[in-house]
């Protein structure tokens, strides 16, 4: 029996949202949900909702995209270039994408995650966690990076927060902080090379910021900032002074 009032809140549901498995569509005001394992073939595009690609499924159109919603792309994933403007970004672990960019949203890489292309955020945080890797630059302006064993084979920058190396982070380029002087008001961002991290490329600063590096740690040539040695562990330099 159709029940009037559930009935019809079921239907409404279902409508919200769009199963794609090897077909190729958009939606105007609806989820997105690639299965997983299916072959997506065209790209996925909604403008009020969220996009999953499930685990091990294949989206070979030029763009995953979203303008105001989330996308995730599950473990084992293949996508091309994802994009939203109001909504956080996740790859999950073992996924590969191409670039990646957001105005209003933070991008996570989670273990062993790819990124074929460039990171681009404009407010947003950036993590990019164990053996995860990005071909190209990694960028935002208001918001802070963190690399947990991952390699960027570009340059790492920002204007306003915190960039944190971890646990044999590699950055072939350079890191650099642009932008005006910070606020009298705020403290200076923290810059944290931290143990067995690398920094091929220069660091340089446009501002004022505290800029920490571990022992174990190996950076380029630095320039508007005095580096901070430490040897103890990134909490002492995260959450208090260097020593």
């Known amino acids: 029996m159709f029940h009037r009032r559930t009935g019809f809140a079921s239907l409404a ?19 997105l949900i690639v299965a997983s394992g299916a ?17 091990n499924a294949s989206v070979s ?14 473990g084992g994933a293949t996508v091309r270039n994802v994009a939203t403007t109001n909504g956080d970004i996740i790859v999950g672990e073992g996924a590969e994408t191409g670039s990646i960019e957001a105005v209003n949203g933070a991008a996570t890489c989670s273990d062993g995650a790819r990124v ?21 630059n990694v960028a935002t302006v208001n918001g802070g990076i963190s690399l947990t064993g991952a390699k960027v084979k570009g340059s790492v920058q920002n204007y306003h927060g915190d ?3 971890d646990r044999g982070a590699k950055v072939v380029g350079d890191i650099r902080v642009l932008g005006d002087d910070t606020p009298s008001d705020s ?16 660091l340089i600063f446009e501002h004022a910021v505290q800029l920490f590096v571990h022992d174990s740690a190996s950076i380029g040539a630095v320039t508007g900032a005095e580096v901070v040695p430490f040897s103890g562990s990134m909490d002492s330099v995260v959450q208090g002074g260097g020593s």
């Open 163 to 165: 960039i944190l190396l």
């Open 13 to 31: 549901a279902l409508l919200a949202v769009m199963v794609l498995g090897a077909c190729s569509g958009t939606a105007d005001n609806r989820d």
């Open 116 to 136: 074929d292309g460039d990171i681009t955020l404009v407010n947003g945080s950036i993590v990019l966690a164990t053996d995860s890797s990005v071909s190209g």
């Open 61 to 74: 159109g030029s763009k995953v995209q979203t303008v105001n919603g989330n996308i995730r792309v599950r």
């Open 187 to 202: 403290m200076p961002a923290r810059i944290v090379i931290g143990p067995d991290s690398t920094v091929t490329g220069e």
């Open 39 to 55: 072959t997506y073939d065209d790209s996925a595009f909604t403008v009020n909702g969220d996009i999953l690609v499930g685990e």
